[in-house]
């Protein structure tokens, strides 16, 4: 009796967790088909007229289009430093390995804000100002330990047998990589790739520090339009967002599935 009891409190208060950290999204979510100008309840009908304002206002489209172009940018550098750091730390030994590792992970360590700070700092003792490179070079090093990480794991579990019959076979190791580990691997690759755009896509703190004047982002757009007022197209670029940074990662999950099941077979 007593067991069951426990059971059952664990279970309401998982539930009532989920539902304090879900219920403000579902509520934003709503309101954005709300056909009421003030975004409040009680919902007066639905309308998708807050999603065309949003295809219609020029900042916003701008700032997708900057968000997608540094997400894109941070996944393909990342991923592509991520497999090389992976494939050097799991396959070779060199002195300071472990150091090495540990730096390339310790932004994940490192409360945002400071890692933000400090790089703007740095940067700006170097003579270096603000540009869409810098926040390229942040992105780039905030994500890289999640691209590290993933690929990592799927390569320690990648026999080395396979690499070393494919060598013995005349392959070079370029030409290894690209016949048999990268195909092996490509699943963790693209999860990594995933992570990193959702990532970079939706960061706000390390943005705001780096990003040059007249450069905004989805996240920095959405945080100057809430310094005036509380507008429905808030609501629906919120929603908008929501999706983008969920279906992505569930799509890639998908593919990395069947990628998996085509490496088992």
Do not use: C
Not at 228 to 240: D, F, K, M, Y
């Amino acid at each position: 009796m007593t067991r069951n009891a426990s059971w059952i409190a664990i279970t309401g208060v998982t539930i009532l967790v989920y539902l304090l950290m879900f219920a403000p999204v579902a509520v934003v979510m709503l309101l954005s088909f709300n056909d009421s100008q003030f975004g409040a309840f009680p919902i007066e009908g639905f309308s998708l007229r807050w999603f065309v304002a949003l295809w219609e206002n020029e900042a916003v489209l701008r700032a997708f289009r900057v968000s997608l172009l540094l997400g894109a940018l941070t996944a393909v550098i990342s991923t592509t430093l991520g497999v090389l750091a992976a494939l050097a730390i799991v396959r070779y030994d060199f002195p300071g390995k472990r150091l090495v590792s540990t730096a390339l992970i310790a932004p994940i360590l490192i409360p945002e804000v400071v890692l933000a700070v400090a790089l703007l700092l740095f940067l700006r003792w170097l003579g270096i100002p603000r540009s869409f490179v810098l926040l390229l070079a942040g992105h780039v090093i905030f994500t890289l330990p999640f691209v590290i990480l993933v690929v990592q794991a799927r390569l320690v579990g990648v026999r080395r047998e396979f690499e070393e019959a494919a060598l013995s076979l005349g392959a070079n190791p370029i030409q290894t990589f690209f016949s048999v580990t990268l195909p092996l691997i490509m699943p963790a690759v693209l999860a990594g790739m995933l992570f990193a755009f959702t990532i970079s896509f939706d960061d706000i703190t390390g943005t705001l520090f780096w990003k040059p004047g007249g450069v905004e982002t989805v996240p920095t757009q959405i945080f100057a339009m809430l310094r005036h007022s509380i507008s429905p197209e808030i609501n629906a670029l919120g929603t908008v967002m929501v999706v983008i940074t969920v279906v992505l990662p569930l799509l890639g999950l998908a593919l990395a599935r069947r990628l998996a099941a085509r490496t088992r077979m």
